[in-house]
């Protein structure tokens, strides 16, 4: 079983419209989760860090369900730029155990 | 601050050649770290080294790859020789100690023929 699973997607969706993508995790040690975006063709940047709390940083929200071992990235009001790969990741701890998800497609059309 | 520098961005090569890829980390960033990404396989970790250690080699899939970095401004991963499944994307990354983000470089993307 992989350590991080996404739904490889893609996932179309008009502009302005609500999306989600989900990520399990199996190891239940994991204590770090992250949320990364790769353009086509480019670099991984990180998007945005997962708290127990879960955080929004504008249109996008994290949240962390630990009881389900998954994490969740919804975005409002989808923009053309949006469209990416999303990149869930998670760690027990300590940078060499970060494992990364194969990441989900998204595609915002006019 | 330039950022991860990598180099070459692009390499084309025969089966049986060496490739040496190389990365300049961010200044004062005292982790790097080197990924192989591939459509069936995601990101992988293939080797991270703290202050200029190497901590975790387990990644890197066979004899054939090696990795160094000789000082806090240079690394070099190395496949010798290059077969044509090593075809892939390879990054390296160093991370804030603060706040843990990795910043990737550009990538070096190899194909091997």
């Known amino acids: 079983r992989k350590e991080v699973e996404q739904d490889p997607g893609p996932f179309n969706v008009p502009e302005g419209a609500t999306v989600a993508f989900n990520c399990t995790y199996s190891?239940?040690?994991?204590?770090?989760f992250f949320w990364y975006r790769q353009d086509c063709r480019k670099e991984p940047k990180l998007l945005m860090s997962?708290?127990?709390s879960g955080n929004e940083d504008g249109r996008f929200t994290a949240q962390l369900n630990r009881a389900s071992q998954y994490i969740s990235l919804l975005i409002r009001d989808s923009k053309l730029s949006d469209s990416a790969t999303y990149l869930c990741?998670?760690?027990?701890?300590?940078?060499?155990?970060?494992?990364f998800g194969k990441g989900t497609m998204l595609l915002v059309s006019p | 601050d330039a950022g991860v520098i990598q180099s070459p961005r692009h390499e084309v090569t025969e089966m049986g050649q060496e490739v040496t890829l190389r990365c300049k980390p961010i200044s004062g960033h005292n982790s790097l770290f080197w990924y192989r990404q591939t459509m069936m396989r995601g990101l992988e970790l293939l080797i991270y080294f703290n202050n200029n250690v190497p901590i975790d080699d387990s990644g890197m899939p066979e004899d054939r790859f090696s990795a160094k970095m000789p000082n806090a401004s240079f690394s070099t991963l190395k496949i010798q020789p290059s077969e044509p499944r090593d075809s892939a994307v390879y990054f390296c990354?160093?991370?804030?100690?603060?706040?843990?983000?990795?910043?990737f470089g550009e990538g070096s993307r190899l194909t091997v023929l």
């Open positions: 997962v708290y127990s």
């Open positions: 990741v998670s760690s027990p701890g300590g940078y060499s155990t970060l494992t």
């Open positions: 990354a160093s991370p804030t100690e603060f706040t843990g983000e990795l910043f």
């Open positions: 190891n239940s040690a994991s204590q770090s």
